[in-house]
């Protein structure tokens, strides 16, 4: 399969530091990649950079042939392309589970009609029936974890995943799944890309680019 997600020569400095430098990555429909490398090395750095949240200090990065240089083209490709894990979740605390997936399914234009079956699949599909009206403080860290999954099998336009430390909070049964539903969305021809410090996580990607 024909590279979809192209990053070129990208470097990133930080003061007098620079984290990387002239990486020209390629990403495919399909791929699913581990960013390993020891704490504080520029993973979330890399991922925030391909998700289009952050600017390289220089390089560039083309989706499907394009640059994506306005703001408009970036709001485009976080509403309808991009699906993030972020290592805070962030969920709105105070909100129910049910409340925050709403504001998802919101942003990419779900009619309401469908969004309690789609909501109701997704917590079955992380093992949270029944977590819709708990407030988001009131879950552990794992399941608030496991939300953040159901935030992205909601959206499934989703062509692109970037997931930072996706299995941080969570025991082995439940880190398994979460790596299945990643695995499931590489297989339907998403591109996913994870960060992690676990070896047998890291494991489970097609591809590991050590930074
Ligand atoms: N806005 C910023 N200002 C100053 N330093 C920053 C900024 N953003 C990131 N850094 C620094 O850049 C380095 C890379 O951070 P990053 O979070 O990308 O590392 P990481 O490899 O994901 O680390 P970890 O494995 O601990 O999560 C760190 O030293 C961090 O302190």
Redesign the pocket.
């Given at each position: 399969m024909s590279a979809l997600l192209i990053t070129h020569n990208l470097t990133y400095r930080?003061d007098d530091r620079t984290?990387w430098e002239g990486l020209n990555l390629t990403f495919s429909p399909g791929d699913m990649v581990a960013l390993t490398?020891e704490?504080?090395?520029?993973?979330?750095?890399?991922l925030n950079v391909l998700g289009l949240l952050e600017e390289p200090s220089s390089g560039t990065i083309t989706y499907d042939g394009q640059t994506i240089a306005s703001r408009k083209g970036r709001r485009l490709m976080h509403r309808n392309v991009m699906g993030f894990m972020f290592?805070n979740y962030a969920l709105v605390e105070q909100w129910t589970v049910n409340r925050n997936l709403i504001l998802a399914l919101r942003s990419v234009g779900i009619p309401s009609a469908d969004r309690s079956r789609l909501i109701r699949r997704a917590l079955r599909a992380v093992n949270l029936t029944g977590y819709g009206n708990r407030p988001i403080y009131t879950l552990s860290g794992g399941e608030q974890q496991r939300v953040a999954i159901a935030r992205l099998l909601i959206r499934q336009s989703l062509r692109v995943i970037l997931a930072d430390?996706p299995t941080a909070a969570l025991d082995a049964d439940n880190r398994a799944m979460v790596m299945r539903h990643l695995r499931d969305f590489a297989d339907s021809g998403a591109i996913v890309i994870y960060?992690t410090?676990n070896e047998e996580t890291a494991a489970l990607a097609d591809r590991i680019i050590a930074?």
């Open positions: 930080i984290l490398g704490s504080g090395c520029g993973k979330t750095t890399l290592q430390e960060t410090h930074l």
